[in-house]
């Protein structure tokens, strides 16, 4: 839902079924841009074969360090791999004009606040998945 809201087409819940099945599934065959903002090497390594022809794979959750392995030959005919790096702090800058100008509403990315003393309630709120992201307050 919350994917979808800021704007997936698809989404899986791979807790409810296997990712690579519920894309093609969900897709009735293939998609024409997946976007790993994770660094999953086990998801990208087999995300080729979820492409259409001419597909797009855009990564940008991954650091230098990651080894990612790509079968070249298992996509479905021409693809593109978008890298993107980018620097930390001009991120960091864009986001927080974002915050300020009302683009991003940072009350839609978490849905738990709970003062530090308690962060132990924000803990079980994750495990018991009542909460998505947890917010710990410090002071008054």
Known sequence: ER???????????????????????ATGGGAETIVDAVGSTQFLGGALPLLLPDGRLHVYGVDSSTEIKLDLFSGRGG????????????????VC????TGAIRLSDHYNCVVPLDDLKKGFDALASGDAFKVVATMGD
Not at 81 to 87: E, H, I, K, P
Not at 97 to 100: K, L, P, S
């Open 3 to 25: 994917a979808q809201k800021f704007g997936a087409d698809v989404t899986v819940n791979t807790s409810e079924v296997d990712l690579h099945e519920g894309i093609l599934e």
């Open 79 to 94: 693809w593109s791999l978008v890298m993107t790096a980018q620097d930390e702090t001009q991120t960091h800058d864009q």
């Open 97 to 100: 004009r974002y915050v300020q």
